[in-house]
């Protein structure tokens, strides 16, 4: 007869197995298994937030611990759910039958399948994942800072000596040559340039977006191009040709 001492192994272990103890926590460990697999796989799809995975597992882990108290202290019998008898209140024939029971190896081992199918898949596919990341040519990054390009804003527009606009209306003003027709006739107005300062602080391209008539546009467009080098724009820290617009003002006070 079979020593029912808390403290031979042997005598925990068929209790366990007497309890179901072990068949529930195979099980629940299968069911857990699958349950984070799916959550894993649906993240993504269902863009699921990050609290999720960690909440599935605080929720598992509870579980665990009451299945395991409730398997071991409650039994499911024809009668019902019946608090579990000691083995000494269980007639011998009737505990060997239940430590001997199939039921719970069949349902054991299909869990054990289940945990170790769901294992290898999980594997697989992290393999697979990471092999595909592997093998992904990668892609070459286009600097975004294009030496050829004619920016319209960056984060350091160009500025014209110290102060920028204000110097720079000084030079035309100090440089601008009065067409002498147009003075006599008392034409006036403003001529609106656009031009571009390259990254080397020349001026060039220089063009009238809205002019008054073509000596006035012309003289602009002159005075504009024999500017001194200014300071260029930079775009991320690097020199870069950038657009830039003025108004020349021809007045006769």
């Known amino acids: 007869m ?11 272990w068929n209790e366990l197995k007497r309890r179901k103890v072990i068949r ?8 857990a298994f699958l349950l984070i697999e799916l959550i ?14 960690p909440l599935a597992f605080i929720l598992l882990g509870t579980g665990f611990i009451l299945s395991v108290w409730v398997s071991w202290v409650y039994d499911r019998t024809s009668a019902g759910i ?9 007639p011998e024939e009737e505990l060997e039958k239940l430590i001997n029971a199939h039921e719970w190896k069949v349902t054991t081992l299909v869990s054990l399948v289940v945990i170790v199918a769901l294992v290898v898949f999980h594997v697989l596919t992290e ?12 892609i070459p990054v286009k600097d975004a800072v294009d030496s050829d390009h004619v920016y319209l804003i960056v984060e350091d527009m160009p500025q014209f000596a110290v102060s920028g606009y204000r110097d720079f209306r000084d030079y035309i ?3 601008i040559i009065y067409p002498e027709r147009c003075r006599e006739e008392g034409i006036s107005g403003r001529v609106y340039v ?45 020199a870069v040709n950038v657009s830039y617009s003025f108004p020349v003002v021809f007045s006769l006070e």
């Open 194 to 238: 656009q031009f571009v300062v390259k990254s080397d602080g020349s001026v060039d391209d220089v063009k009238v977006v809205r002019g008054i008539n073509e000596e006035l546009n012309e003289e602009a467009v002159r005075v504009i191009q024999s500017s001194p080098r200014w300071q260029p724009g930079k775009h991320k820290g690097k």
């Open 40 to 53: 894993l796989i649906i993240s993504p799809l269902l863009q699921l937030h990050s609290w999720v995975l």
């Open 173 to 175: 003003d100090q440089e």
């Open 24 to 31: 529930v926590i195979v099980a629940y460990i299968a069911a």
């Open 82 to 90: 019946v608090k579990t008898r000691k083995i000494k209140e269980e």
């Open 127 to 138: 393999n697979r994942r990471a092999s595909q990341i592997t093998e992904t040519q990668e």
């Open 2 to 12: 079979m020593e029912n001492s808390p403290h031979n192994i042997s005598w925990f």
